[in-house]
Nanobody, 126 residues
Framework: VQLQASGGGLVQAGGSLRLSCAAS????????MAWFRQAPGKAREFVAK????????VYSDSVKGRFTISRDNAKNMMYLQMNTLKQEDTAVYYC????????????????????WGRGTLVTVSS
């Protein structure tokens, strides 16, 4: 299974972007998908996650109220609608899948995510 994130680009602060994550096939027993980001010189950061069956979502405090995660199980797709973008949102964004429901510190353990996609760069200018 390959994951490919797309939709990044250059946007002014206050603007919007929609990221997509395409899975080459539906991974068996996927429980959740998630978005992470990594800004230059900083550690990777959890952004949001969504469960595949119920669509339960969790956001990091830094994006809550501005970003919306969604998924389309029939198309093997996940999305991240990003509104009211800030310069601090500048980062490479990655999507992941997991067979288990990760939460808290577990989300930051790379090995607990089954697949990682190639990132897409989001640059927010002033």
């Amino acid at each position: 299974v390959q994951l490919q994130a797309s939709g990044g680009g250059l946007v002014q602060a206050g603007g919007s972007l929609r990221l997509s994550c395409a899975a080459s096939s539906r991974p068996s027993s996927v429980f959740m998908m998630a978005w992470f980001r990594q800004a230059p010189g900083k550690a990777r950061e959890f952004v949001a996650k969504i469960t595949m069956s119920r669509g339960t979502v969790v956001y990091s405090d830094s994006v809550k109220g501005r970003f919306t995660i969604s998924r389309d199980n029939a198309k093997n797709m996940m999305y991240l609608q990003m509104n009211t973008l800030k310069q601090e949102d500048t980062a490479v964004y990655y999507c992941t899948t997991s067979r288990v429901n990760l939460s808290g510190p577990e989300l930051l353990v790379d090995a607990l995510h089954d697949y990682w996609g190639r990132g897409t760069l989001v640059t927010v200018s002033s």
